[in-house]
Structure formats: structure tokens, C-alpha cells
């Protein structure tokens, strides 16, 4: 079932798609009277007149009489009186100088302007007077003109048919006329040689035409012509900071209620006709198509724009997709009067002054700029072939265009300094794009605003902080030095001097750093009328700088913090009692009881040694559910608008690092607060505490754990049952514990009747002195001897039950007060001690041991530094999201990083648990 | 800085924006002889003549003379000369009948078809005579005709000015002149009226105009108009099924090469004009604006395809954005002539025929389809106000275009029946549109195949794999019930049945709607000519049903693993003998074996117990990495790209729910799988085995775990000490591990000279009789007496200790071979046996220990059943994903669930083990 066609006259309806048509058309224009218009309808060819035409098929012609081609139809006078007073057609010859119109329906002069020549005689112009289609009285001389248009890309100067063919006609037209099309024909060809302008006193050498032309012209009749420059007085370019500190546009921008930047375009054709004057909205002056929303998101204030894509070069030769126009830009904004318009400045980058590039400086002083521009140039390089489907040689075309808008510095009135536009240009040639070549452009819309203030306060509180933080972490290696018996300052207690400054500095630098992030991100989304934008080029990248450096010094602490509780003495002291036994098979050194207890406990110690307060899982699900799937992400664009929920069909303006960290770190620590909370007061309280069932644990089991962090420094858990015994059986057991639960028994703290079990220690120097005459052998000997025979196997087993034995009797002598020359007493802390963390009295001879909160020995583990942690990891967190832009991925890698460190930690304390401890490692499992 | 502004003539360059211009322009052309065009031109005002015209503002203007209003200004004559051979304009007046044109530049005949009407002697047409501008010999006398417009959303149907002008015109020049646009402006008011037609023979008694007036001219010129229906025989509308199953479309279509669906679409402007005909490529059949590449999208074959968006209503009045025109599309293929093209059925969802909206049928049969659409009609309601500014009262506009496209069935040939477009108009008034009100439109494409084939097979595949995974359930139940000692069936066994049937059946659906999934994802994504599409409607929505249906039986098997895991039976012998000692304060019931070995072993069994094989955390954040990270999700689209990452600027078709499963699912078993090889291959052998760890751990210790998982069928770890005992001294233990080391001791094994620790236990009957009486009481007793009164604890700890004591005995003999009356043999299972887990022999008599891999207790924990739980991980997985479309919240969700689901385990086994062992659950922590 095609569709029908019937077979009227030549070529109607007789074809079945439009390439048939195209092929019929084609020949019958060659042979009758008859043309087709797409097959659907048959009109007379030129030449011919109607004699029947009722439409469609129902049309005949006739010839007019073949006396000469100038000939025209006539069906009606232009009083509309039929030719001779009879109802007949009849064809007509034209007039001497007159030639028939485009349409061949009456006789017009040559050329519309024909008439300024008052001496001409026939319709043939002689050569020299001819110019752009018009033929002048006389041409005039212009000196040093080209005719050649600069293109981009490494691509050489190309003469212009165009600008040759059109200069001189308007330029007289323009002068002697005062034709306002001509003038503005004028100011298209100063944008298609992108103002190019040699100004070398005190006679031009060798200079574009249009811009010496127009300032002859401007000479004469300044105020007709188009307004294309920013000048001083008139003729010399105006500097380009004197153009844009401009502070006239009156405008209060805000936020809320979001408001446009509304720029007006004013449009002209290529040979000067003004085509009107509208808003840039629906993607006037942008190549790329998009959905209009996303088109016009462009223009709302405050939206940090940019769009590119990539266009079929072949396409731009297209003159009806890509019209070759030129355009004026206006700001359009309230003054008291009412509505104003401010042209908007052009930097065009390709602009040469002088051979020199002037408007690629950095510094704005030395920019010209201009008022008009063009989208896309594919007329100005057509060829010498003078036929219609000429096509130019080569195109040019907007590369990049971006808009710039600079908040008018130290006010809060949201005014702009006028807005400028910066262009560059590309330039594809025909034969590229012939072989398929397609062009990149781009469109954005950039923001900024005055940062010294705000890197002048960045510096002082960089400063202020940074030199507060080093004196407080010499103060933490001055207590560091006292804990660990340092009678002077050497080479350790540098290293540490060190590391502590890096952990304080690290916590600066994130306060710092966050705290910039978090204000911009706050006062940007939240300003109504608008005094911040956000901070670019130097200020952004110290801010950076800032960042990092914060992240590597935190690695540093993390690292040292491990080191430290990777190397703490652990021993475990068991009160357990021999049992008197029948002397059978026993060996004389070894007690019956039963080591068993102490595996128990270690294997539990070795467990909670990575446990964290928070859920690291949960802390991670959390946050990327938050960012990720809620959508908080989303508030991190560079616009105004700061809902979590964005519609997919508006614009989506790029992230900024900036705003993504503060986001992303404050929902982290959040999290993380809450989570502290919730396991704080909730879970620890009414659900399980592994902490406190640990000391329950070394209570039950009779063992007391002694950790020295520092050489002189520790803490101790009492586990001395309050049974005397622990190493029996189930009914004991069962016994004992329903003992306890009764109250039947006394209470578990060290001192009579206290439940206080847990403690500081400050260590006397003579115990820490017994306590490494006896271990370091053992550890040392342990370590060297691995791989040894197994007499000396034999020999270090023995060595470290000695060892154990002695030390176990020791440290239980010490805790139970039965060595005569070293003691200690039992105190509180003063307040001024636990806030400063550290000790007033010497212990050097006496030790002493602080009553604490049931949780000071956490601070050997990584549950009594969950604070650092969470730094650490919000830190690790944003950097790598810094690098992928992805908070899925950083939370991912956040995971498995912190992971593997706590695999690292557990690893390390594990052969530290094994070495100190002396219980296999086989059994921490 | 403002525009500078000149003042030369009247208005000229006075303007300092457009409003003012329009202001000035106004009052100018009630003045003077001179209008201003934008402000840059003057121009003479109608009735005058130029004197003299420069351009810009030198332009000087006569009046012709004022005899009367019909004059034309005469410059040139039609030859080109010049109006009285002088160099003078005049002015010359219209001759009689004539008219001024609408230039003014020259007198026409009162209208173009006056002349049709022979008999016209003045320009004054008599009012019977006139209609829509002509002046016709007489009017027809035109019955059963209406000149309203149907609306729809619930407006009622408008009286229309447009048609009442235009019918009898278009009528009388369609078919007495035959007036090619004359007819399609008939064919436009077909589709203005949706084409309602009402067919009540033998006379129609109220019809709408257009399709009857259309019948009656086709049967005079049938051949001459454009073919607006699919007819029978021309007149009556042919049967919609009929129009849609014709195969002559030949093209081959393929997803590699990607093609293209070529529609031309030909336009006609609402007066008949033809506007040419062109690619739809553009979006020019789509209201919604986008990127070019988003709107082609649209053609791409296989694309499904949908875009919608808002606009606001009150654009759609304006009639150079949203042009009022016609369409017919045509589809554009080829046949070895050559290309040929095929007009596109429209299936007008609000064609009313006999008052019946018969396109809205589900039965294609019904429908009749048309060949004809219009996108806006903002004309058709114009008001009886007859002024050029007058809006329609009402717009209509295609609230949804969808185009159809269906495979020819049991081909793989890529051959398509006519594509249909169906098309539901939407109205919006002109009130609600200037109160603000937006209106939604969309556009989609759909593809769809004969599923009859596939549902066949489905239903096959269904019932054969459901009728053998239920015979297999069953067999699992008598195997279970000859494990637990089950004589007969009772209602113990019809549960587990059931639960069995679930676990076979979840995992049959599991199979089966995943290899569905995944057949379709790789066919569809994969095929190069085009045999498959996604399956819709009910083969889509069994599907979904079975793939739930799954997914809730695998949560019953999960339950019923769990509650088995949780009520095994425990115990652990102790192998110590007791120590001789001298009798002093000892209990007489109390041996002197320390209960803390046991302790360590049942924390350690505890902590064992929802161990996975894999990680989970790492597998939920490698599947979430690659889904969403690196972006497999991106495949699940409904399109034939099956690229990974793709371009943000190109069209995102979106996602099928099968296709999402089918990815899911994938990552996330390759995942597991890569995972289970890791684990099994070389973290295991070379780093650490946690479960041979607690093999070796028992060992050590001197105890032996003795599960019964069912009442007679249990699992068995050998852990006697080789060295006769555990509960000893460091340095002991130390020699201890340095003589096995040393191979200086036994061997660890059951049987003497054997390394086998591990068995599988089929028990005999008395064992258990003896167990259960020893046990159960105390369980029983214990479970009863919480908070009871201390008097009545030491009962029950007596109890407990007593029971611990006789069953550690009674199983410690058991395994000794001690025991008289029960005894037991060692065995190899045999292949057979291990392939069907089962156990050949009768066991109730004499026990039966088979020796295993060293694995088979894992069942009785999570670690031995892991791909039962990742099949029920993937299933929540995917489940999740298809309740929130989002991979990320599914994993998160996912492993929280599971997170919850090991906890509920792991504190149900832990009761249980606290329960069977009669170890404190203090101490497994």
C-alpha cells in the first residue's frame, strides 16, 4: 500500500519521493513551459505567461514573443487595468537601462543604486565604477587597506572576495549617502578582521581596512555611525580597567529572589540590515542546542555556567542553521529613570594592536575592547567562483565565549562592574570538514569577586592558629618527655617534638580549611543580595594547599599514634595462687596453675585493641546514603540554587571542590557525632559496653592488665578476683559468680571497699629499671632467635617462663605494696591535671596511681581515640572525593583504607601483645 | 556611558530603547509622512510617495493626491520606465474592481478568485456569495455539516470561526476548480475535527463537515485528493488490525550497524500550502526542546524512548514559535527499487466514530487510522472578533505522542510492521494560560515483539524445574527425617518439608528469572539484526511475580537454616583428667580442672558462628563500586547501547527493571564467586583459616565439640590433646607446642596414627535417649527458673554442674569406646553417598563416624552454607534495587539487613550455646 499518485499534467503528482521530484524538475525546466513546485503544483517557467491557471494540474502556458530575454508577463497594469483594456495576457519588453527583477514580474533599473551615478547611459557600468553590485560616480583611493580576513588555528590570512568586493560601495555609501545600512556593513567588516589595527605615529604603514576607514569617517560625520569602540575621545581605544570599573549599572543583584542578568542583543545582517533587538535568552548567542531551561540557566545570577559540545564542522557551512549575523549586546538594568541599556564589552582574544595580542595580557589595562561580535563567519572566505553555491574556503567560528561578571568590591549592595565577554575564535577549513572534522564550542558564565580581604583574614588566622598550635605541641612533649623518663632533650624527644606539632598543625589546618569551606558554602547559597562569590586563582589554590598539607600531617599523627600504642608494654599479672599439690611428675620451676586464663584474657585484650566507638560501616553506609541517595550532594553546585532535590531537566551547574568538602565533611562529622552519641549514652548503657566487659572479664578471670604506654607512664586495670581464686571448675565457677551477684563477697576495687578498678599510673624510675633488666633479654633474644636449633629453643622457653614468673611476681609485689623499696600511693587527679592531661607531682620515687573514669586505659587502644579517627577519616574521605569527584568511590576507598590500617594496627599489636606478653601468638586469635 | 543618540529626522535614532520606539513610532504615524522602521530607517507612510530616499534619515515623502483611499504611488511602470517618460513620480488610482495590494505597491482584482465568478461587475460582493475572502458564483448548499472543533480534557466542543469561514470556500475551489491547497485545507479541517465522523446508514443523520464533504467530492475526483484515510475500498475505513499487520516493509533493521527509523514528515500550512517535505530529525515532531542528539535519539531503532517536559501554556498562543501545521509521515526504506516510503498510520486517541472513541479499543480491529495530525492548533477557536490581534479562546496540543513499533513475529529477520504513531490531544484555555498555567507534553517510542513463543517456554521451564525441585525437597525431608530419627511422618516433617520445598523452589525461580534476565540483557544488547525486544505487559508482569515469589521463598529458607543453626545441640568435652592433689578445701563433687580452657573454646566456637566465607562489606562496596562507580548500571538501558560509560549529552533511555536485575546480579555473584576463590585459594592456605584455627585451638586445649545438628546425625571435632592434658603453666605449654612441633608426640587424629580430627556422625538411638535425659531437665529447669529464689539457684547450679559433669563423661566415654551398650565404627562415606548427603547405612544401633575434608561442621555454622546466602544476598540485593531504582541504597540496605540477620544468629546461637554447653554467657563475648 504506497501512496497513490495520479497523472495529471508533466510532471504532477508523478513523482513518488522527493530526489524523483528533484530529477523531473530538473528536466522538464530544460524541455516545456511547465515546472513543477515539489511535484504538487505546475507554474509557468520564465518567459512564459498563464493563459488557464486554476492551480494544481490545471495550468497552461504560453511563450512570450522571443525578441529579447528582457521581457517580462504582464497580466495587470499596476493600476490593476487589464493590458490594452482586453481580458489578454501579453508579454512586455523592457525599457532602455531597466532589467527585469528576480522574480520576472517588471522591468526595475540595474541596480537600486544605479541612480547615484547621474551620468549614466545604459545598464553596462564600466569596471572601474563598479563596486558590490552598485555602480558609483567615481571610486574612491583608499591607501593602505587589505582585503584580507586573520584566521585562527594556524591558519594563514585569506583574501577576501567579500570585504574586496563590498569595502569601497560602503564606504562611499556610508560617507557620501549617509546610508545607515553601508555604515553598519562597515562595522561587520571591522568584526570579520576581528578590529584588527596598526597604529604606528605619525602615519599608519600598513593597517585593516575597516578601522582606518572608519576613522576617516568618523572625521567627518562621528555621529551616524555605528558605536563599535570603547574611546577616549572619540578615536583613541580607551584602556580596558577603565572600561570595566565602570560602577553606573545600579542594579542590586540578589540571590533570593533569584534574578537574570538580562543582556539584549541587538542583530544586523551581513550587508548592514538591522534585524531587531531581543533578549539572548533561548540560545541566541549560544551554538550549542539544549532544552531552553537549561539554555537560559546561563543568564540566571549567580549560576557559574558551562556548556560545550561538539558540532558537525560540515553543518556550519549551513547559512540557514548558522545565519552569518553580527551582534551588539546590551545590558539591560532600572536607573530611578526607569529602563537603561549599557553595551556590553567584547574581549576579543584573536584582536591584534599593533601585531601584538594585546587583549591575551593579563593585566586588564592593556585589553581594546569592542562592541560587536559575530557567532560564525562562513561568508567572508568565499572564493573567487562568483556562483551561488559557492561555498567559503573556510569558516570561524565562536571556540569559546565566556561571560564575566565581577562584584563591585567592600559593599554588599550587590552592584556588578559592567560585565565583559571574552571570545576566541576557531577557524575549520572545507576540506576538514568535508572529511567529517567536527568542532568543539563552548559557553560559560564566570563570577568574581575582590579576595583580599578575605585572604588577608585567611593569612592572620593561618598564622595565629599555626604558632598557637606549635607551642601546644611543645607543651605535649614536654609532658611526653616527663611520662617517658627524659631527663634531657634528644634525638627521640625531637622526633616526637615533631610529630605532635604535625598532629596540632593537622587539626588547625582542618579547622581552618573546613571552617573557609563551610562559611562559603553557607553565606553563597544563603546571601540574598549577593557580596561573595566563590574564591578562584590564588586564594582557592592556597586554600588547596591548606588541605592537603592538613591531610599529610594528619597521616603523620595517625602513624605516630600507632607506632606508640604498636610498642606500649602490655603484661598481664595473675594473682592466681598455687594449689598445694601431691609432688608427683611436676617440675620444680613450673606453679600448677593454669596459663589458660591468661590466654583468654589476652586473646580478648588482642580483640578490643581495634575496636572503634563508632560503626566505621555504618558511618560509611551512612554518609554516601546521605550525600549519595538523599542527595545532599547536590546543594555542592556553583549556583544559587541550594536544594538537596534538583529537578534532572534544569541546569546543573559543575561542583565545586570547595562546597563538596564542606558538605561532605560536615555530614561525615555529623554522622559521626551522632553516632558517638547514640553508642554513648545508649548503646554502652542499656546494651553492651566490650570496654567494661573486659575489665568484668580480667575480674573474673583474676588478672590485672599493667600497660606502660610511656616508660614511666601507664595504665592499670585491678582484676584481683574477690574470690582469691579463679582457676577451678564450673560449679566454682557458677558459684562464685551467683556469690557476686548476692554481695556476698567484697568489692573488686584495688583500695578496700572501692569498686575503682582502673588507673593512671605514674611509674617510679627503679620499676621501670627491674622490669627492663628482666624483659629485654627475652625480647631481644626472642626476636634474634628465630630459626635457631632447637637446643636454643630449649634454652629461650626456659628463659621466658623464667621471665614471665619474675616479672608476674614483681609487678604483683609492686601492685599489692610488698616491695620495701618501691611504692606507690593512690590519688585523684586535680582538675588543672586532667585538663592539661598531664602529672604535677613527681613520681620518679614514689609511684603514683590516679583513680580515672573507668576509661583512661582506652587511650592504648583505638576506642580512646575515636576523635583523631574521625579526623583522619573525614580528611581521607574529602581528599579522595577531591580527586574523583565521587562520594560513592571515597567512601568505598575510606573503607578499605581505614581498614587496612586498623589490619595494620591489629597485626602490630598483636606481635607487640605476643612479645610483651609472652603468650603465643597462636593463641590471639 | 551611555548609547550616544543623534537627532536628524523625525523619529530617527530618537529612541533610546524598543518601548520608546514603539511609542514615538505610534504617534509619528498619526502625524507626519514619515514612520520610523526600529528607529534606523524612515519610511514613507501608505498614501505617500518618495521624493527623495537616501536611506537612514534622508528620506523626503509627497502625499499622493486625496481624491481617494484607493491609490497606488507610481515610481516605475511594469517595463521599467518611468511613469510619463518624465523623471517624476506619481500617483495613479486604482482602476475599477481593482484594490490597493496590501504593499500599496500596486491595484490587484478585489481578490485573486473574484474572477470566478464571471458575473462580478463591482469589488462590492454580495454577502450570500461571499465566503472566507472570495467571492464565489454561488455558495453549495452544504447538509449534516458542523463548523465546531472537538476539545478534549473536558472543554466543551467551540464553535470555530476559522472552519465556518473556510468550509464552503475550500469546498466549492477543492471541487469545482480543483485547487490543490483548496483540498488540503480540507484535509486540515479533517484533522482540525479529529476526523469525527458519524456513519448511521442509510442516511448520516449528524455528521461532522469534513469527512463527509470529503466522500462526496472523492467520489467525483477521488484521485485528486490527498489521501487522508486507509480505506477498503476507498470509502470505508479499513479495519486498523488489517492496516498495521501488512509485512511490505522490507528493510532489514539492526542495533550494529545502529539505524536509524527514517520518517519524513510533510507539512502543510493550515490554508493548504505545501511546505515541503523533510527528516523529523530536529525535533521537529516533538514540542519538548532539547540538544539535537538528545531529540534524534528518538529515531535510533531500539531506542525506547520518552521525554516529556512543561511549557508554559501561554507560549503555545504564539504562532511563530508553535506553528500551526500539518503533517503526514511518511517511513523512508528501501526495496531493491530503490527508496521507497510508506505512510505512517496515526492513531487519533480522541477520533470519535458514531460517537464511539473506537482507538481506544484494546483490540486493534477497531481502530481507524488516519494519516493526518496537527501538533498545535492555536487558530481553530479564534473569536468572532475579526481584528488581526484576536487569540484563540482555546489551544490544543499533542499531550503525548507515542510511535509503535512490533517486530514481524517468528522472524530474526529485523522486519517491522508499519509503525503506528498514537496521538491524545490535550486543551488549555486561554484563561487558565494567562493565569500562569503550564501544560506537560511528551513523546515516547516503544518497541514491542510477539512474546507467545517466550511464554511457552517460560511456562515449560516453570513447571518441568518446579515439579523436580519439589520431588528433591522431598527427598531432602526423608533424609532429614531418618537424621533426626523420625519413624513416621508427622507434623514436624510436613513443616521442614515445606520448608524445603521453599529452599529448592526459591532457588529453581532464582535460576530461572535470572537466566531471563540475562538472556534478554545479552540478546537484546547483542543482537545485530534486530529478532528480540524487552518483554512487556503480562509476560513481564509473570516476571516480576516469580522473581518475588522467589525471593520470599528463599527468606522462609533462610529462616528455617537459621532457626536449625540455633537449636543444635551442643557440648564440649573436656578431656582433662584431674589432678592428684591433697585433699583440703576442695568440694567432693568438684574435680579440679579448671573450667577456663572450655571457656576460651565456646567464645572462640561463638565467635565462629556468622563468620562468612566471603567478606561482605568488601563485596558490597565492589559491587557497588562497579555498578555505580564505574558504571555497569549504565548498560541496564532500555537501548541498544551496551557501552559502559557513556556520554552525559547523549539520550539516557532508561533503565529496565529485568535488565537491572540481570547486571545486579551478575556483579554481585562474579563478585562473590572471585571472592570464594580468593578466600578458598589463597587467603585460607597462606594467611589465615579462622574455622582450622579453631580445630587447632581444640587441640591445644584438650577439648572435643560434639554438635548434633539433628537428633542423630552431628558433627564431630577430635580434640584431645596428643599430650594427655592442657590445664597447665606457661612454660609446660611452651614445651608442649615445641614438642609437636618437633613431631616428638601422637598424632592428633581419632584413630591412632591418624591427622583425621573432623567426622560427620550418624548416632545411634540410645545415645541420644541417654542425652536428652540428662540434658533436658536442666535445660528445661534453667529455662523456667529466672528470677527465682536464690535458694532454688543453688539447685539449679548444682544441677547444671552435675549435668556437665555426666554428660562430659558419658560422651568422653562414647568416643573412648568405653561405653558398653553404644558404640561406634569409622567409615569413608562412599561417593555416592557424599554426592546425595546422605547416609546409607543404619546407624540407630551401632554409631557410624565418617571421616570428612576437614569442613563438614561448617554446615552447622553461616561459613559452611555461603552460597546459600549469597544467592538470598543477591536476591534482597535485587529486590532492593527494583523497589528504589538505586544500586547504591540497595547495597547499603543490603548489608544492613544481612548485618541484622547475622546478629539475630549470632545471639540466637549464642543463647543456644550458653543453653547446650552450660558455659556462663558472660564469658562468650
Known amino acids: ?27 522538464i525546466n530544460t524541455l516545456g513551459n511547465l515546472a513543477t513546485n515539489w511535484g504538487l503544483d505546475c507554474i509557468c517557467n520564465p518567459g512564459y505567461y498563464y493563459t488557464r491557471n486554476f492551480g494544481g494540474g490545471e495550468v497552461t502556458c504560453a511563450k512570450c514573443p522571443a525578441n529579447q530575454a528582457r521581457i517580462t508577463p504582464v497580466e495587470r497594469e499596476l493600476n490593476g487595468g487589464l493590458p490594452d483594456g482586453t481580458n489578454q495576457r501579453v508579454c512586455r519588453a523592457c525599457e532602455a537601462y531597466t532589467w527585469l527583477n528576480s522574480g520576472g514580474t517588471r522591468c526595475v533599473r540595474c541596480t537600486d543604486y544605479l541612480k547615484t551615478t547621474t551620468n549614466l547611459t545604459s545598464c553596462t557600468c564600466i569596471d572601474t565604477q563598479k563596486a558590490d553590485g552598485l555602480c558609483l560616480p567615481s571610486l574612491p583611493t583608499l591607501t593602505n587597506v587589505i582585503t584580507t580576513v586573520p584566521l585562527t588555528d594556524g591558519f594563514a590570512a585569506q583574501f577576501s572576495q567579500l570585504l574586496d568586493k563590498q569595502l569601497k560601495a560602503a564606504y562611499l555609501m556610508c560617507q557620501e549617502n549617509k546610508n545607515e545600512t553601508a555604515c553598519q556593513t562597515l562595522g561587520n567588516m571591522c568584526a570579520l578582521t576581528f578590529f584588527e589595527y596598526e597604529d604606528s605615529s605619525p602615519k599608519p604603514q600598513h593597517v ?20 563599535l569602540y570603547f574611546t577616549r575621545d572619540g578615536v583613541v581605544a580607551q584602556d580596558g580597567d577603565r572600561v570595566l570599573d565602570d560602577e553606573s549599572i545600579t542594579t542590586t543583584y540578589t540571590f533570593d529572589p533569584p534574578m537574570n542578568i538580562k543582556i539584549l542583543a541587538a542583530s544586523y545582517s551581513q550587508n548592514g540590515e538591522f534585524l531587531g533587538i ?22 540566571v545570577f549567580g549560576t557559574y555556567y558551562s556548556h560545550s559540545c561538539s558540532i558537525q564542522a560540515i553543518d556550519l557551512w549551513d547559512q540557514t542553521k548558522y545565519k552569518p549575523e553580527f551582534y551588539d549586546l546590551f545590558l539591560d538594568f532600572e536607573l530611578e529613570a526607569g529602563r537603561q541599556i549599557y553595551p556590553v564589552p567584547i574581549k576579543l582574544n584573536d584582536y591584534l594592536y599593533s601585531r601584538k595580542e594585546v587583549n591575551q595580557e593579563t593585566d586588564s589595562k592593556d585589553w581594546h575592547l569592542v562592541k560587536r561580535f559575530f557567532l560564525v563567519d562562513n561568508i567572508a572566505t568565499t572564493g573567487a567562483a562568483t556562483t551561488a553555491g559557492a561555498q567559503p574556503d573556510y569558516v570561524r567560528y565562536v571556540k569559546s565565549i565566556s561571560m564575566n561578571l565581577k562584584l563591585v568590591g567592600s559593599t554588599s549592595t550587590g552592584q556588578i562592574f559592567p560585565p565583559y565577554i571574552s571570545i576566541t575564535y576557531g577557524t575549520v577549513s572545507l576540506v576538514d570538514a568535508q572529511q567529517g572534522a567536527s568542532i568543539s564550542t563552548s559557553f560559560s558564565v564566570d563570577y568574581e569577586y575582590s579576595t583580599d580581604k578575605y585572604r588577608r583574614d585567611f593569612q592572620i588566622s593561618v598564622g595565629t592558629l ?42 588547625v589546618f582542618f579547622v581552618i580549611t573546613f571552617g573557609i569551606a563551610f562559611y562559603f558554602l553557607t553565606f553563597f547559597k544563603g546571601q540574598n543580595t549577593v557580596f561573595l562569590f566563590h574564591i578562584t586563582g590564588l586564594a582557592e589554590r592556597e586554600w588547596l594547599a591548606l588541605f592537603g598539607t592538613g591531610f599529610a600531617l594528619k597521616c603523620l599523627q595517625m602513624a605516630h599514634m600507632i607506632i606508640m600504642q604498636c610498642t606500649a608494654d602490655v603484661f598481664l599479672i595473675d594473682w592466681e595462687r598455687p594449689k598445694h599439690m601431691v609432688a608427683t611428675s611436676e617440675k620444680k ?40 541517595v538523599v542527595g545532599f550532594e547536590n546543594v555542592a553546585t556553583k549556583d544559587p540554587d541550594g536544594r538537596i532535590i534538583k529537578d534532572s531537566t534544569s541546569y546543573r551547574a559543575v561542583d565545586s571542590t570547595m562546597f563538596r568538602y564542606a558538605i561532605g565533611a560536615s555530614v561525615y562529622i555529623l554522622v559521626a557525632i551522632c553516632q558517638w552519641i547514640f553508642f554513648t549514652l545508649i548503646y554502652e548503657r542499656f546494651i553492651e559496653d566490650k570496654v567494661r566487659q573486659f575489665v568484668d572479664l580480667c575480674s573474673m578471670s583474676n588478672i590485672s592488665v599493667f600497660v606502660m604506654a610511656h616508660a614511666q607512664f601507664g595504665y592499670y586495670i585491678h582484676g584481683k578476683s574477690v574470690h582469691g581464686k579463679a582457676d577451678t571448675n564450673m560449679g566454682d565457677m557458677f558459684d562464685m559468680m551467683r556469690r557476686e551477684e548476692e554481695d556476698l563477697c567484697g568489692k573488686r576495687g584495688l583500695l578496700p571497699d572501692t569498686e575503682q578498678q582502673t588507673f593512671m599510673m605514674a611509674l617510679p624510675r627503679k620499676l621501670r629499671v627491674k622490669y627492663e633488666t628482666v624483659m629485654l633479654p627475652v625480647a631481644l633474644e626472642g626476636a634474634g632467635a628465630v630459626g635457631a636449633a632447637g637446643k636454643s629453643k630449649d634454652a629461650i622457653i626456659s628463659a621466658k617462663t623464667q621471665a614471665y614468673n619474675v616479672v608476674n611476681k614483681f609487678l604483683a609485689g609492686f601492685v599489692d605494696h610488698s616491695l620495701k623499696e618501691i611504692d606507690y600511693v593512690v590519688k585523684d587527679k586535680t582538675l588543672l591535671e586532667s585538663i592539661m592531661d598531664t602529672e604535677f607531682l613527681d613520681a620518679s620515687e614514689k609511684g603514683i596511681f590516679y583513680n ?73 586469635i
Open 852 to 924: 580515672d573514669d573507668g576509661h583512661s586505659f582506652d587511650r592504648a587502644l583505638f576506642y580512646g581515640n575515636e576523635s583523631a579517627l574521625v579526623v583522619f577519616d573525614t580528611l581521607l574521605f574529602c581528599i579522595i572525593d577531591l580527586i574523583f569527584q565521587n562520594f560513592v568511590l571515597a567512601g568505598v576507598l575510606t573503607y578499605l583504607i581505614t581498614e587496612l590500617i586498623a589490619m595494620g594496627r591489629d597485626s602490630g599489636g598483636r606481635m607487640n601483645l605476643a612479645k610483651k606478653t609472652l603468650v603465643d601468638q597462636r593463641f590471639l
Open 1 to 27: 500500500s504506497e501512496i497513490r499518485l495520479s497523472h495529471d499534467c508533466v510532471c504532477y503528482r508523478e513523482i513518488k519521493n522527493e530526489d524523483d521530484c528533484a530529477e523531473l524538475q530538473k528536466d
Open 589 to 628: 620451676t613450673g606453679s600448677n596453675v593454669s596459663i589458660w586464663r591468661t590466654y583468654f584474657v589476652a586473646n580478648e585484650w588482642n580483640e578490643i585493641q581495634t575496636l572503634r566507638k563508632i560503626n566505621q560501616i555504618f558511618q560509611i553506609f551512612a554518609v554516601i546514603f546521605f550525600l549519595n
Open 278 to 299: 531581543d533578549s539572548v535568552l533561548g540560545g541566541k548567542i549560544q551554538l550549542c542546542s539544549d532544552t531552553t531551561t537549561r539554555l537560559n540557566a546561563a543568564f
Open 466 to 507: 599555626s604558632t598557637l598550635s606549635i607551642i601546644y605541641a611543645g607543651y605535649r612533649t614536654w609532658v611526653w618527655s616527663k611520662r617517658a623518663g627524659k631527663p634531657a632533650i634528644d634525638f627521640q624527644t625531637i622526633i616526637n617534638f615533631l610529630f605532635f606539632v604535625s598532629g596540632s598543625l593537622a587539626n
Open 208 to 227: 585593516t581596512c575597516t578601522r582606518i576607514l572608519y576613522r576617516r569617517i568618523v572625521q567627518d560625520w562621528q555621529s551616524f555611525l555605528p558605536d
